[in-house]
Every structure is written in C-alpha cells, then in structure tokens.
C-alpha cells in the first residue's frame, strides 16, 4: 500500500454523522448480535462524543477518498522526560479495508503525531481475547509492555467501589 492513497484528519463535531456510522460498525464488529442499536450509538455519540472531542480525539481515515476506519485517542500529563503520551483507546479499520497496511498507518501517523506534540511514547492495550489484534501488533514489531498490569472498574463493581450500589 503507498502511503499516498491513505489520508487522515480529526474529527470534528461537524463528522457527526460519520462517527455514528463508525462507532456503530465498530459495536457490531466486536460485540455481534448484542451491539447496540444504530439510533442508540447515535444518542451515545450526540450526548457523550461530540462533547468529548475537546478532551478525546478521533482520527478519521480514508482510503482511496472512501471513509476506512478510525482511531480514538488522548492525549495525557504526565509522561516520562516532561513530556506527554497519546493513549489510545480503539484502532478500528473498517471491513472492505483490512488487511490493506492501513491499521500499520495508523500507528505511525499517531507516533508522527506524539513526535510533533513532543509527547515521549504512545500507548494501547489489546484485549487478550483478540489473538487478531495481538498478531498484528508483534507483526508490526511494536514492543509489548511486560511490567504493567492493567485494572479495571465496571458495571457492579464500579457502582460499589464508588459507593453507589
């Protein structure tokens, strides 16, 4: 694939439609039959995205002009040396679109973009149950973070752990 044919931008609040459409694909790719409803992640992305776009950032890729996939993002203090990091939260790449390097693109756009923003070091989870996921990134090469581990807080335990079950 030359880098050419793929192109980036951040979305903005004026992408609205396209982030309904991409989030939604993205909730039926990973959770199937039980993803929600099109009308649902509109709401979700009208009432919680746009909003966050100040504090959470999409890239919006394209291939061959057509709309690809996307990436979600932030960027977070503090980092080592002074510096900030890029967190990101989901690489999705839409289906008639894998398996063309645009995943591996999107991954050195974002380390271009943590190098311009003089942030030290991009990070990103996978899930151990998406071996896919997992194979891609030691495909490409990218060191795995052996030494964290990583917690998480939701559904009951979150309500209790913050005192609101």
């Known amino acids: 694939m ?12 004026a992408d609205r ?8 694909e993205a909730e039926v790719h990973y959770e199937g039959h039980a993803a929600p409803s099109p009308e649902s ?21 394209e291939f061959g002009g057509a709309l690809a996939g996307m990436a979600s993002f932030g960027q977070l203090y503090p980092a080592p040396n002074l510096g900030g990091q890029i967190q990101v939260k989901d690489i999705f790449v839409r289906e008639g679109f894998r398996n063309r390097q645009i ?12 190098i311009e923003r003089r942030c030290t070091r991009v990070d990103w989870t ?3 149950t998406n071996p896919r996921a997992i194979a891609f990134y030691d495909r490409l090469g990218v060191p795995r973070v052996e030494s ?5 807080l ?7 752990f913050a005192g609101k079950a």
């Open 126 to 128: 996978a899930e151990t």
């Open 17 to 24: 439609r396209i982030l309904q459409q991409l989030f939604h």
């Open 103 to 114: 995943g591996a693109a999107i991954i050195r756009f974002l380390a271009a973009l943590a």
């Open 41 to 61: 992640v509109a709401v979700h992305v009208d009432k919680n995205v746009i909003p966050a776009l100040v504090q959470c950032e999409i890239l919006l890729v």
């Open 148 to 152: 964290k581990v990583y917690y998480r």
């Open 154 to 160: 939701e559904g009951e335990v979150l309500a209790a």
């Open 2 to 13: 030359a880098d050419a044919a793929v192109s980036f931008r951040l979305a903005t609040a």
